[in-house]
């Protein structure tokens, strides 16, 4: 089973500041990585698949870069709107699909 | 668009069975060979995906369930379901259905149901 690692764990920024956050695999996951966003209450919604694709309907200040064991997601200007869990899933190798614990980003 | 809402009961006695419902609306479960998955999540944790179930009906399970857990389809009905047996209160959580493209993009958990909270309590 493929592990995932997610720094850091919370992450509080003032709106308009980047935010990056970090998914780190245990192996290799090639590209297929995806990225959620989870607000408080509602389900995760996909916000990048495989590494760098944005999500249809996804805002273009999201990005997500890497390859092999390392990605970024990246938020070029955060909104007060961007409160939420993110978290990192791996396409790989399964069963099972695995997610990383999760990054919490908060408003300063 | 397609949308997907789960359904079942909330409260269910430890050793029984689990058993909820997802409904597709807005689209076929069986266009396209895509996959239909749950994932759960206990309060205030992380995401773990039990399985899923692929259109022509085979499934795949998370090898730490695999002894405990059922997907299957209903086409008739557009629907698919989740059985989870000798549930314990470690499998009190929110309860996703979600849609897997498969191979089509986006490669990813594209859409999923609001989520249903299932207590393990006597």
């Known amino acids: 089973e493929i592990m995932l690692t997610q720094s850091p764990a919370t992450l509080s920024l003032s709106p308009g500041e980047r935010a990056t956050l970090s998914c780190r695999a245990s192996?290799?996951?090639?590209?297929?990585l995806a990225w959620y966003q989870q607000k408080p209450g509602q389900a995760p919604r996909l916000l990048i698949y495989d590494a760098s694709y944005r999500a249809t309907g996804i805002p273009a200040r999201f990005s997500g870069s890497g390859s092999g064991t390392d990605f970024t997601l990246t938020i070029s200007s955060l909104e007060p709107e961007d409160v939420a869990v993110y978290y990192c899933q791996q396409r790989t190798t399964w069963p099972p699909f695995t997610f990383g614990p999760g990054t919490k980003v908060a408003i300063k | 668009q397609v949308q997907l809402q789960e359904s079942g009961p909330g409260l269910v006695k430890p050793s029984q069975t689990l058993s909820l419902t997802c409904t597709v609306s807005g689209g076929s479960i069986t266009s396209d060979s895509l996959y239909w998955s749950w994932i759960r999540q206990p309060a205030g944790k992380g995401l773990e995906w039990l399985g899923r179930?692929?259109?022509?009906?085979?499934?795949n399970y998370n090898p730490s369930l695999t002894s405990r857990v059922t997907i299957s389809l209903d086409t008739s009905k557009n629907q698919f379901s989740l059985k989870l047996n000798s549930v314990t209160a470690a499998d009190t959580a929110v309860y996703y259905c979600?849609?897997?493209?498969?191979?089509?993009?986006?490669?990813?958990?594209?859409?999923w149901g609001q989520g249903t909270t299932v207590t393990v309590s006597s």
């Open positions: 979600a849609r897997d493209p498969g191979v089509y993009d986006p490669n990813a958990f594209d859409i």
């Open positions: 192996q290799d996951v090639s590209s297929y």
């Open positions: 179930v692929k259109t022509s009906g085979s499934t």
